[in-house]
């Protein structure tokens, strides 16, 4: 009877140390949910670090919902870190479609709407930002090919004393 207890015991610290091993980066990193209006082709600029930008409503625990206005580019006081990003458009009726990762098969479909990441750390003294393309392969390879990468802008620039 002992050495069952001694087992089960033993099991059960086993269980909850898998456990905590696989749940906790759910809860230890942040996830950024990025709202962009249904239909949107082209750049989107998520700006961190950004002390005058207003706080993203949270959902859950530690997941951010980042709306991105129709111009593609958002500020947040959010610190730019190492967090799970999710992408969804959303309508009018705030109805959420995930978009495609670019690793996904379907993703080079001609015509399907996928995203494409990139991580951009500040520059000098600029803000970190996470810039995103969302479109079509045959959009993305043409933006590639023409070398049209969004700069930070002038307005950013300027708030953050940029000398160039």
Do not use: C
């Not at 951010?64 to 870190?81: E, F, H, R, W």
């Not at 458009?89 to 996928?114: I, M, Q, S, W």
């Amino acid at each position: 009877m002992r050495k069952l207890k001694f087992t089960a015991g033993l099991l059960l610290l086993l269980i909850m140390a898998l456990l905590l091993y696989f749940v906790w980066p759910f809860f230890s990193n942040p996830t950024y949910v990025i709202l962009i209006p249904k239909n949107y082709h082209g750049w989107v600029q998520v700006y961190m670090d950004i002390p005058y930008a207003k706080d993203p409503p949270k959902e859950f625990w530690n997941r951010y919902i980042i709306k991105v206005p129709p111009n593609g580019m958002v500020m947040t006081p959010l610190p730019a870190q190492v967090a799970n990003i999710e992408t969804h458009f959303v309508d009018e009726h705030g109805h959420r479609t995930e978009l495609l990762d670019a690793a996904d098969p379907r993703a080079k479909d001609p015509n399907a709407l996928y995203v494409q990441y990139f991580m951009t750390e500040g520059l000098d003294n600029l803000p970190s930002r996470d810039v995103l393309f969302i479109g079509t392969f045959k959009e993305y390879e043409k933006v590639k090919q023409e070398n049209r990468y969004p700069d930070y802008p002038a307005e950013i620039k300027k708030k953050f004393h940029y000398p160039y």
